[in-house]
């Protein structure tokens, strides 16, 4: 069987295919792809294809219930990232503050404990996932498009670094335009390429929920991170615990589920004069006026305050909010 | 017999001689004014006649009279020649003695009752006919501390009647109402104690007045964002003899100067809608050539609330103005050159509906309408801004709070601070640059934002009244950084 002639067939007529099909239509078409030269330009373009039948392709992957053919692969890092234990992190485009920053953590010290951190390259969860992966280890970002399409494209220098310390894949071949419907299809990539995922934030009806039930169909784990029952963002990830998902109090929770154990982090050394500030954020997110008043130190030195915190990653600002940076391990 | 009078036309803001010829000859019964003059100058012709009626003086009515507005060539307009086309016919027609006009100029619109009207550009008119040698200005009495500032005798007169009896002799010209106190005008300007709570953003415009920095708020609508920077101008140094007189040229010749008014020594403040166009916004307009908003706020603040909102071409055309200091105006018929250097303060809301950032509101916003709103500004613009602060909504409690501090403290150390960056600007030290190379290592700042921080650091470092730029200043700089997702 050819891998490729079926991935290129499946893209040039819109279809989600995993074998060859028995037409007529296909075999004229295989008939008249140049395989070779396909290959050579995906080489020149610096992109890898790993066939379902080929050493490299992603173990995990090739036992879900419908693997893709094979895969187009971005990037620098080696294909042996795909045997280490990986996690999904995955949630809302449009997240709050809080997602974000749950997100960014975990990532982090996911990659820190040596997973790699899986994800779609989206707005939201998904972005913050990456960029926290790729501040102490790597990652790998699955596309509905193109690997050569960094869609989307506020995400182009995030794509950037990722080629750079991680890979790109995609199961359609590169020109291949974002189309609603292959989401869905790429969250099973996502979901199949790793041990767990993680739900960070989800409305009622996301794409990061489906995504979680790909993951159960596949007896993956799914763990969600809790949220205020009153937001709309909590919605999918606390239905997720209700049924039963692991819920994610601590980075250790999501690396018991791939049996590893947190590295011990040695706590950043923080001089008093910082710590005032840090406590003050440590509950709930403060602006600055309200630390000023409950501090009585005088906003010059505030402001000051919050930059070297923010500097020392102990503290992030979103929306003129300051929180304290989760304490996830 | 033929008459002279001078008056001045104005050209952007500057003054243009212009000489009133009035020739009056036997003939067929006429009225006429010749020397491209606009409608508004055209229509002089009922106004004057009605006024030397209302004089009690005579029109020469069985005569040809013509008027003829010297040079030619250049376009006349608005109705500052009411006056001096008044003045010519009564001295063609001898009952001003001619001779009385030497060394006078003359500028102001009559109305029908001979009763005589303030317009825009005294103070230019004058300066005018201080180069042109004269050494007396015939006006309005509104316009008379506006003329004497120019260093011309002020001969402010409430009536035709009154100037030919000036003209003749007869009295003296009135003394003009003294101009106002220019501390008195500062008492006008909203004070920051009104400002309860936002210590943030307090601190923020205390910096930015003392290092002149243009500033950008983002936040809620309902913020106190333009309460904030309309006490800016309360904040800053009284203007300079120098400074003062370009901008009251301006706002002379625009007609936004307080009537009475002398000297404006108070930064002015210029808060034009998002709606502006760019040639109300730089300057230009169809017929003559006037200044924009932009020169409105020279030496003072431009206040552009919700900035995203104005029209991209507008945003674009303010970064000379920034860049430069001025405007320079072309048009196919005249080019003009209007001084424009202002602090711009900028407000915006976090996302287009205005809940973000609100946690009393619901934000519908999606992350794509979002980015679009943010996107409205380019970089380019906001590489002008060296502060930029994030203000979320206050809480109940907060606005309960004690007044802040008075305008009038705040102003002192700004004045201190101004004070040591002009004589001996602050030095950063081996420590402060080791946190900023850090800063650049660990935050999203690009090179234009090493810049804009250091510059903030070194004003605070003045406002703390230190010698030397310290880590803490540059910390305190750092967290008036443009935020991660607009440096990209």
Redesign the interface.
Known sequence: MSELAVAMFAASTDSHLLDEPRSARFERFRAELDEPSILADLDRRGIRWVARGAPGYPARLRRIHDPPPGLFIRGAAELTLFDAPCVAVVGA??CSSYGAAVAAELARGLARAGVVVVSGLA??VDGAAHRGALDTGTTVAVLGCGVDRDYPR?HR?LATSIVERGLIVSEYPPGVEPAPWRFPARNRIVAGLCDATVVVEARERSGALITADLALDESREVLAVPGEITSLLSKGTNHLLRLGAIPVTCLGDVLAVVGLTPVPQVPALIEPRLEVIRAAVADVPA????L??KTGL???????????L??A?VVV?A???YRAVMAVS | MLARTVTHALVGIDPRRVEVEAHIQGGIPSFAIVGLADRACQEAKARVRSSVAAAELEWPSSARVTINLAPAALRKEGSGFDLPIALAVLAASYQVPARSLEGHAAFGELGLDGRLRPVPGALVAAEGARRAGLTHLVCALESAPEVALAGVEPVGVRHLGEAVSYLRGEHEPLEPPPPEDDFEMLACVPDLADVRGQERARRALEIAAAGGHNLLFAGPPGTGKTMLARRLPSLLPLLGDEAALEVTRIHSVCGTLPPGAGLVRVPPFRAPHHSSSVAGLIGGGAGSLRPGEVSLAHRGVLFLDELPEFQRPVLEALRQPLEDGFVSVARVAMRAVFPARFQLIAAMNLCPCGGRGDPAARCACTPERIQRYREKLSRALLDRFDLVITVPRPRGHELAGPAGERSAAVRARVLAARERLRTAPPVRSAPADELLERAVEHLPLSGRGHARVARVAATIAALAGAGDVLPEHVAEALSYRLPREADG
């Not at chain 1, 602006?287 to 309200?290: I, L, T």
């Not at chain 1, 906003?299 to 000051?304: F, L």
């Open positions: 485009r449009a707005r939201g506020a220098l602006a600055a006026d309200e000023v008043r005088p906003a010059g030195v505030v402001a000051a305050t919050l930059a070297e923010e500097l990653g600002q929306d003129g909010l």
